[in-house]
């Protein structure tokens, strides 16, 4: 890469993601039970190919040599998920000590290697326990999460420092429970707002197990996955439902964790479908935190489209504009919209980007894996983050999703997002190219203009 000339500031976090039921495999292993994505995967039609987590990127065998790979790109931190039913097979009772000595053995290595674990308690492995009991629609789930986020703070109060409780509550609750696509596969809207109502209660109740335990430098957030929407026409049809899609994905989320009420607009378009909601729970919700985490990957043009539920607004890659493995538009400035509109309306103490990342069509070839589309897909980014930092936004870090290739739910292993490759027979890695020039940005603490 030409030299650095667009800087980020000193300490800025230079990260990569993945999570736990994505990359782990080893799902019957020293104990672990059963999650809601193993029940989910093994039912026939669910993934593509009936690909499973089973052995997935093998990370739970392999994760010394991933973190000696992370230290070669000069990655400072990392952002990982802790399997729930790792640490409680049945979803209670007494915490499973082989699951917690993995991700103690695991968050060492890291901070052996110089690099900063960001550890998220929920990317989406619910014990297939607690689903048998109701699963996220009911109450009880709440507390069973509270349970775990208390039990990963004493085990791992003085070495992690970054946590996230939540990951994507709208990807959870929306594909698992409205569109049928993630699990558990259900199909109703008010099944899936009061999961997702629950996902935000979690989050409160656990901020505060985790405060009581954790070291007063700790920080806590959770990590959204928000898109910038805009009209598709001129319409006012086309204008309303681009605001009523930004409510659907962003406010519902957003209004709640940091107004400390739903958005009137969307609360009366949901109707019956609305959630029940106890006196305290938005106090719960909106309790305060440390940074937010933004997931963004694209920008949703929308068109109205009376029969698209459930707020009559259809997704359009406008004509022309490049689109990634799985069709979704590459539109860095989406992310700087994202990030100023995030600060001026809501105005969080810190931004990570927890997640950012482009699958293309990857091949190894002759020992190599060439991506210029995902190193430009991230370069591209990297500038919209540090626009939006010259503007004023207190971004903190950036997460490439992903470290390595891994399973991509209902995509199976079909589509690749890693900057490392996985040849899955062998499970040999080869840093792509992108990797190696993500390696030279954190290096440099800076891109080139
Ligand atoms: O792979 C997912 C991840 O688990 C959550 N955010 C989006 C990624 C790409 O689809």
Do not use: C
């Not at 020293?30 to 190919?49: K, Q």
């Not at 009209?231 to 309303?240: K, L, N, V, Y």
């Not at 980007?353 to 190599?368: H, M, S, V």
């Amino acid at each position: 890469m030409p030299s650095a000339d667009v800087r980020f500031p000193e300490g800025f976090v230079w990260g990569a993601a993945t999570s736990s039921y994505q990359i782990e495999g080893a799902v019957t292993e020293d104990g672990r039970g059963a999650s809601i994505w193993d029940t989910f995967s093994h039912t026939p039609g669910t993934i593509a190919n009936g690909d499973t987590g089973d052995v997935a990127s093998d990370h739970y065998h392999r994760f010394r040599d991933d973190i000696g790979l992370m230290r070669e790109l000069g990655l400072t931190g990392y952002r990982f998920s802790v399997a729930w039913p790792r640490i409680f097979p049945e979803g209670r009772g007494r915490p499973y000590p082989a699951g917690l000595d993995f991700y103690k053995r695991l968050v060492d290595e890291l901070l052996l290697a110089g690099i900063e674990p960001f550890l998220t308690l929920y990317h989406w492995d619910l014990p297939q326990a607690l689903q048998d009991a109701g699963g996220w629609e009911h109450r009880d789930t709440v507390s069973r999460f509270a349970e775990f986020a208390h039990t990963m703070a004493v085990a791992l109060d003085t070495e992690v420092g970054q946590w996230i409780t939540v990951n994507e509550p709208w990807v959870a609750s929306i594909l698992g429970n409205l569109h049928g696509i993630h699990a558990p596969g259900k199909r109703d809207l008010k099944a899936a707002l009061q999961v997702a109502h629950h996902l935000l209660v979690a989050h409160g109740e656990a901020v505060g197990a985790l405060r009581a335990e954790l070291p007063a430098t700790a920080k806590i957030g959770i990590a959204l996955s928000l898109t910038h929407t805009e009209p598709f026409g001129d319409s006012q049809a086309d204008a309303e439902a681009a605001e009523r899609e930004d409510g659907f994905i962003n406010r519902w989320f957003l209004d709640p964790l940091y107004r400390g009420r739903y958005p009137d607009d969307m609360w009366e378009w949901y109707g019956e479908a609305v959630p029940e909601v106890r006196a305290t729970d938005l106090a719960t919700i909106s309790v305060p935190t440390d940074f937010m985490g933004i997931n963004y990957y694209f920008r949703d043009v929308v068109a109205y489209d009376r029969s698209e539920r459930p707020v009559e607004a259809r997704s359009i890659v406008p004509a022309g504009q490049p689109v990634t493995a799985v069709g979704w538009e590459v539109y860095p400035p989406g992310l700087y919209e994202t990030l100023t509109r995030v600060h001026r309306d809501y105005a969080p103490a810190l931004i990570h980007i927890t997640e950012n990342g482009a699958a293309f069509e990857d091949r190894l070839i002759d020992g190599r894996v060439d991506d210029p589309e995902r190193e430009s897909y991230i370069h591209r980014h990297l500038h919209e983050v540090h626009r939006a930092i010259a503007a004023g936004v207190p971004v903190g870090g950036y997460f490439v999703w992903s470290l390595l290739d891994n399973f991509e739910w209902s995509a199976g292993y079909a589509i690749r997002f890693g900057i490392v490759y996985v040849d899955y027979a062998t499970q040999a890695r080869t840093v792509k190219r992108s990797g190696h020039w993500y390696a030279e940005a954190a290096r440099e603490n800076g891109i080139s203009s």
